[in-house]
């Protein structure tokens, strides 16, 4: 009778672990990989050859980890690559000459940020099942990272690097075809103005 009861209350335990991870967000123990395309706007401080600092927006190649640490929390990392056209403000004087955003941009971000999945919460105070698929969610978001600042063709200087300065809000949404691979899209300021791509949970 007593292993029967252990095979039970085990039997049960993995169900409600099973039932837990069915949902979109999975909860604490979760993990979460994406990887998108976007477009961010940062502000970055040079030195010379550009002699000021820099609002720069970026075109982005984002990858992203989240852990679950609660039921509606999860915190993570977010890098990749961005490329900018022209270095919004960047300037730099020769004599006789003056480049108005001669210089392209090149950066690699490096994020921490914080996740409330408030549409799992609303889920589980209803008692309904609206979340197995949708997860919808709110951050803040904090990091630095490197800016290289390049001269076009016709900018007889040198290049800078530069660091970044990162921080915001953002609002995301998440939907799994499967329950592990889904889309997702962000928007906000600081982590990302706007981004899609894949979502992967691990």
Avoid: C, W
Avoid at 72 to 93: H, K, M, N
Avoid at 100 to 117: E, I
Avoid at 171 to 179: I, S
């Amino acid at each position: 009778m007593k292993r029967l009861f252990i095979i039970f209350v085990s039997a049960l335990s993995l169900l409600i672990s099973n039932e837990a991870n069915a949902q979109a967000f999975g909860g604490k123990g979760s993990n979460h990989l994406l990887l998108g395309l976007g477009l961010n706007h940062h502000f970055t401080f040079f030195g010379s050859p550009i002699n000021n600092n820099s609002y720069s927006s970026y075109g982005s190649l984002s990858v992203q980890y989240e852990a679950g640490i609660h039921d509606y929390v999860g915190i993570g990392i977010a890098s990749g690559l961005e490329f900018a056209r022209d270095l919004g403000y960047g300037y730099y004087t020769y004599p006789g000459y003056y480049y108005s955003s001669g210089f392209t941009g090149l950066a690699v971000p490096v994020v921490f940020f914080g996740n409330f999945h408030f549409l799992q919460l609303i889920n589980d105070k209803t008692g309904k099942n609206f979340a197995e698929k949708l997860d919808v969610y709110a951050g803040l978001s904090l990091g630095t990272g490197f800016s290289f600042a390049i001269p076009k063709r016709n900018n007889p200087a040198d290049g800078a690097f530069g660091m970044m300065l990162i921080y915001g809000a953002n609002v995301g949404v998440r939907y799994y075809f499967t329950p592990n691979i889904g889309v997702y899209t962000e928007l906000g300021y600081g982590k990302t103005i706007a981004q899609a791509g894949v979502a992967f949970k691990l």
